[in-house]
């Protein structure tokens, strides 16, 4: 099985600041990679595929990058709203793997 | 308007079976290979199985699950099931139905999901 990191496991911010969260793979997955929002409660919500591709209706200061096993996950000026846990997930295997996830909370 | 409505969880006895459905709407559920991913309490996700479109309908499955889980799908019905066996403590967990895109296999419908506890 391909398997899924995220850095790092939790971070604090304040709204407006910029964060990066990182997600590799055990293998090359070319940009198989897609990252979700979960709030406490909900299920899940995409907000980028195929490493880069904005989901649409997701708001522009969402932003993914990377090829082959290394992939971030960027927000620009962080919202209220954006308090939340991000996923990781691969669709290169057919057996699909999530990261652990990273849980952004208010600083 | 995309929905998927899962049902069928509960509470069960270690070494019991549970069924649980996935109710799709508002589009060609036959034309898309759907999972069920699921959220122990306080956890992250976990890919539990997929089963693709078309009439072959081939199905995968997450290693940890050593066969006691069967995905099934009934077109006719729009339906998606999940056939858990041989319950254990740890299946305790949310249980989401969620629709792959068929370029990627990105999941870009999800339902609210159904809740399975483990316990005697």
């Known amino acids: 099985d391909i398997q899924m990191t995220q850095s790092p496991s939790s971070l604090s911010a304040s709204v407006g600041d910029r964060v990066t969260i990182t997600c590799r793979a055990s293998?090359?997955?070319?940009?198989?990679l897609h990252w979700y929002q979960q709030k406490p409660g909900k299920a899940p919500n995409l907000l980028i595929y195929?490493?880069?591709s904005l989901e649409s209706g997701v708001p522009s200061r969402f932003s993914g990058s990377g090829s082959g096993t290394d992939f971030t996950l960027t927000i620009s000026g962080l919202q209220p709203e954006d308090f939340a846990t991000y996923y990781c997930?691969?669709?290169?295997?057919?057996?699909?793997?999530f990261g652990p996830g990273t849980k952004v909370h208010i600083k | 308007e995309v929905q998927l409505v899962e049902s069928g969880g509960g509470l069960v006895k270690p070494g019991g079976s549970l069924r649980l459905s996935c109710a799709a709407s508002?589009?060609?559920?036959?034309?898309?290979?759907i999972s069920w991913v699921r959220q122990a309490p306080g956890k992250g996700l976990e890919w539990v199985s997929s089963?693709?479109?078309?009439?072959?309908?081939?199905?995968f499955y997450a290693d940890s699950l050593k066969g006691r889980f069967t995905i099934s799908r009934d077109n006719s019905k729009n339906s998606l099931y999940l056939e858990m066996n041989s319950l254990r403590a740890e299946d305790t967990a949310l249980y989401f139905c969620?629709?792959?895109?068929?370029?990627?296999?990105?999941?870009?419908?999800w339902g609210q999901g159904t809740l399975v506890i483990v316990s005697s």
């Open positions: 195929a490493a880069s």
């Open positions: 293998q090359s997955i070319d940009n198989f």
């Open positions: 089963i693709s479109s078309g009439t072959a309908t081939p199905t």
């Open positions: 997930q691969q669709s290169y295997s057919t057996l699909f793997t």
């Open positions: 508002g589009f060609t559920f036959s034309s898309y290979t």
């Open positions: 969620a629709r792959a895109d068929p370029g990627d296999f990105h999941f870009d419908q």
